[in-house]
C-alpha cells in the first residue's frame, strides 16, 4: 500500500507542476491481475482498484492499517468501470455489471474479487473510510437508481447524475458515492465549482477516450492551479480546494467523499466570477 500525505495551503503556493502531481493525483490504478492501494493521510481515505483477470484477487489488509483484516475497521465502496465481474463478502457473491456498485460495511473478513470473462476483465474501483457503524452489504444497481439531471447544452455542461451510496438510499458511515456522465458535447463538470471544508472528495475519472484529456481546477477559488488528467485517473480535493473540470470530449467522473456530514448539498459555493 502506498502512503500519500496532502499539502496544506502553504506548500500549494510554490508546488510546481510536477510536485502538484506527486501529491493530488494517483495515476497507477488498474493493472491487470492486481490490487493497487493508496492510504491517504487526509481523512485517512484508501483508495484502490482492482482488475482480476486470472485468478481471484483477495483483498488484503496492510501494516498502514494496523488491521486484522481490510474491513476490520473500514467500510468500502466498490464502483465497476469494466467488464461484468463478481464480488464475494465472506462467501455471499454479488454480481456487477459496468456502472453497478456495492457498498461493504465493516467486519468483513474476506473480500474477493473476479471477472466473468478474464478477457473482458471488470475494473473494480475501491474507495473506503474509517467506520465506526455497522451497515449491511448492499448491491446497488445504477439502472435502478433516480437519477437527476443539471446544467445545459448552452453552457456546456449537460450532465447526469447517478447518487450510489448517499443519505436516501443505500446507507454507510460516512462514505459518500455517486458517478456523473456528461453528454455528447458536453465537457464542463462542477462549474460553478464549491468547496466544504467538512468533507474532503475524490475524483475518479473515466470513459475518458484515448487521446482526449480532463482539466482538472484545484485551489482556492483565487489561487487556481489545474492538472491534466488522463482516463481511470484520480484527483484528491482536500477541503478547501475547489473540484470542477473540462474536459476536450464528454466523460464520465465518479465522486466519492467522507468526512463530518454525509449531506450532498452541503456545499460553499463560488461564483464563477470570482475565480482567479
Not at 486470472?54 to 467488464?83: C, I
Request: overall charge negative; charged content about 20%; aromatic content about 8%.
Amino acid at each position: 500500500m502506498k502512503i500519500l500525505q496532502m499539502a496544506d495551503l502553504i506548500r500549494y503556493r510554490t508546488m510546481t507542476t510536477e510536485e502538484l502531481r506527486e501529491t493530488f493525483l494517483i495515476d497507477d490504478l488498474f493493472r491487470p491481475g492486481q490490487i493497487g492501494l493508496t492510504y491517504v493521510d487526509l481523512d485517512r481515505t484508501v483508495i484502490g482498484s482492482a482488475v482480476p483477470t486470472g485468478e481471484p484477487l483477495f483483498l488484503p489488509t496492510d501494516d498502514a492499517l494496523k488491521a486484522s483484516y481490510f474491513t476490520e475497521r473500514r467500510e468500502l465502496g466498490v464502483l465497476n468501470v469494466g467488464g461484468a465481474g463478481m464480488i464475494k463478502v465472506n462467501g455471499a457473491p454479488f454480481e456487477l455489471k459496468k456502472l453497478d456498485a456495492l457498498y461493504v460495511g465493516h467486519g468483513n473478513e474476506e473480500i474477493v474479487f473476479s471477472s466473468a470473462d478474464p478477457t473482458h476483465a471488470a475494473e473494480f474501483y475501491l474507495l473506503s473510510y474509517p467506520a465506526h457503524a455497522v451497515h449491511p452489504t448492499q448491491l446497488i444497481r445504477s439502472a435502478e437508481q433516480a437519477k437527476v439531471t443539471l446544467g445545459a447544452p448552452e453552457t456546456a455542461n449537460l450532465r447526469e447524475i447517478t447518487k450510489l451510496i448517499h443519505l436516501e438510499g443505500t446507507r454507510s458511515c460516512q462514505l459518500v458515492m455517486g458517478f456523473t456522465q456528461l453528454a455528447a458535447g458536453s465537457v464542463w463538470n462542477t462549474m460553478p465549482p464549491h468547496t466544504h471544508m467538512r468533507r474532503s472528495e475524490v475524483y475518479f475519472y473515466f470513459d475518458v477516450e484515448p487521446g482526449q484529456r480532463v482539466v482538472h481546477l484545484m485551489g482556492p477559488g483565487k489561487e487556481t492551479r489545474h492538472l491534466v488528467i488522463a482516463n481511470k485517473q484520480v484527483v484528491i480535493s482536500p477541503g478547501w480546494s475547489i473540484h470542477a473540470g473540462v474536459g476536450t470530449k464528454n466523460y464520465t467522473f465518479c465522486w466519492g467523499m467522507g468526512g463530518e456530514n454525509q449531506v450532498y448539498s452541503d456545499m460553499d459555493a463560488l461564483a464563477i466570477a470570482d475565480l482567479l
